[in-house]
């Protein structure tokens, strides 16, 4: 994992010797560097880095399901009926102690507290309480490890959204799924390592704007940027032939401009003419290969009624988390869902309703179909957001009605699949879902646990930039959370 090795990788013996000089450890040295390319790359396009995985993974590949915006753990996954004896009640000091709070209610008069309006009840074996928003999602609980206590530095959406796909707020790092296409390759040829979806939503509700940081490779090599495939029209733009022309003349054009590029690349030694070359080289097998994924017809009608009425419906939750499980069949790496439309500061009950009625079937069938095709033990899936919702309303609150600002204190989350301990949940928060009363979970120690799960050191797996090893985890201390781990 250090650059100036994979560089060398890259060079031509020209390169290499110009500069080490003809030493016999040298020669050495590219012959077995030769050998190890010419192997690997008859066998994977895109192949897991030497060292890696440190230790035997769960998991291989990660499923991550982003609901954007910051959905209220207050009304999914933290019950607190308390809150009942305090409707419209101020914030007790002694809970908020004095801690900051967004500018969008920090000029209100009060801080009401608002209870959740959805009944709670327990499920499954364990009995984890779930809201009645998520009565699909609330039948697998057996399978879920619910985090209730997972918190972040960030109290707006981009520093928030950043932090919690790239570890960090600053902008330029690398994403979590473009971390694993790095170390860990890709088992598919005709596929990318990292692929994005970014489906509707039916609120109606204005969403945060998505960027592109959140499936960025940032620092790391270009060729390990997630794909974005589209909600509307061809899934890649371009990728098919225009009109007259056929795949064995794209097939002529291409091979002709790889050995222009491999020309370039002799001469200049940049690495990013290697992931030019690579890149042409996918799109060709994705004109093959993207239209048979997207063809969701081929699945059984019993599959089809599994994931809900609108899985056919392209560019709709529904056919996304169908997809998933169809990529990560096909060998991806990692696949990252963003759902957008869950920031609710007015109008939470009816809004936050219209989400789940989008993403609690598709969730629950994608569990039940990666399990019954025996893919579950094989895949992470992840499920929350950037940050959670205030216990206190934001405008005007009524028994039915009221809104939420953003709370970065304790949020929840679930993991299931890979490596994970089913029907369990972790950590608590206070009374009034403001503060974590036992256990915490950073942000970065999910990303850590995450790692664990695929067989990476969090501390060992690094990448040099700007003179400092950069990790996904950070450079403060971070830890997995072995609790959760099966």
Request: glycine letters at 8%.
């Amino acid at each position: 994992m250090n650059p100036r090795i994979e560089y060398q990788q890259h060079q031509t013996r020209r390169q290499f010797f110009g500069r080490s000089g003809l030493r016999l450890g040298g020669v050495a040295l590219a012959a077995m560097m030769g050998q190890s390319q010419t192997s690997s790359a008859a066998e994977q396009m895109n192949p897991p880095l030497p060292d890696l995985p440190h230790f035997a993974p769960k998991a291989k590949a990660v499923i991550y399901l982003h609901m954007n915006g910051g959905p209220s753990q207050i009304d999914t996954w933290d019950r607190k009926p308390v809150l009942a004896d305090h409707f419209d009640k101020e914030l007790p000091d002694s809970v908020r102690m004095g801690q900051r709070i967004t500018t969008m209610t920090s000029g209100q008069s009060r801080l009401p507290v608002a209870p959740s309006k959805f009944a709670f009840a327990q499920h499954d074996q364990c009995g984890t309480w779930v809201s009645e928003l998520l009565p699909y999602t609330a039948k697998l609980v057996d399978d879920l490890a619910v985090i209730k206590t997972v918190h972040t530095n960030a109290i707006n959406h981009d520093p928030a959204c950043t932090f919690v796909m790239t570890g960090s707020e600053v902008p330029g790092k690398a994403s979590l799924g473009s971390w694993l296409a790095y170390g860990l390759g890709c088992e598919s040829n005709d596929l990318p390592a990292f692929v994005v979806l970014t489906p509707t939503w039916s609120s109606g509700a204005a969403a945060q704007a998505l960027f592109t940081r959140m499936w960025s490779s940032g620092f790391l090599p270009s060729s390990y940027n997630g794909v974005a495939l589209r909600s509307v029209g061809d899934p890649v733009l371009y990728v098919q032939n225009p009109p007259g022309v056929l795949a064995s003349d794209r097939r002529v054009m291409l091979d002709a401009i790889a050995k222009l590029n491999r020309r370039s690349f002799d001469q200049l030694g940049d690495p990013e003419i290697q992931t030019r070359i690579s890149q042409y080289e996918m799109a060709f097998r994705m004109q093959s290969s993207v239209p048979d994924l997207t063809h969701l017809e081929s699945e059984t009608q019993e599959t089809l009624d599994m994931y809900g009425p609108e899985v056919l419906k392209p560019g709709t939750f529904a056919a996304s988390a169908l997809l998933a499980r169809r990529m990560v069949e096909r060998g991806v790496r990692a696949v990252q869902i963003l759902h957008r439309g869950w920031d609710q500061h007015g109008n939470l009950p009816r809004d936050i309703a219209s989400q789940c009625h989008d993403t609690d079937q598709p969730t629950a069938a994608l569990l039940t179909d990666l399990k019954r095709r025996g893919l579950l033990d094989s895949t992470l899936v992840i499920w929350g957001g950037e940050f959670g919702r205030t216990v206190y309303s934001q405008g005007t609150l009524t028994k039915d009605n009221y809104g939420r600002d953003h709370h970065p204190r304790n949020f929840c989350m679930w993991l299931a699949g890979g490596g994970i301990k089913g029907g369990l949940t972790y950590g608590e928060t206070d009374d009034f879902s403001y503060n974590v009363a036992s256990n915490p979970c950073h942000v970065n120690d999910l990303n850590a646990t995450i790692l664990h799960c695929l067989g990476i050191d969090h501390e060992r797996f690094t990448y040099k930039f700007q003179g400092l090893e950069q990790r996904l985890t950070g450079v403060e201390p971070q830890r997995v959370i072995g609790e959760i781990l099966a």
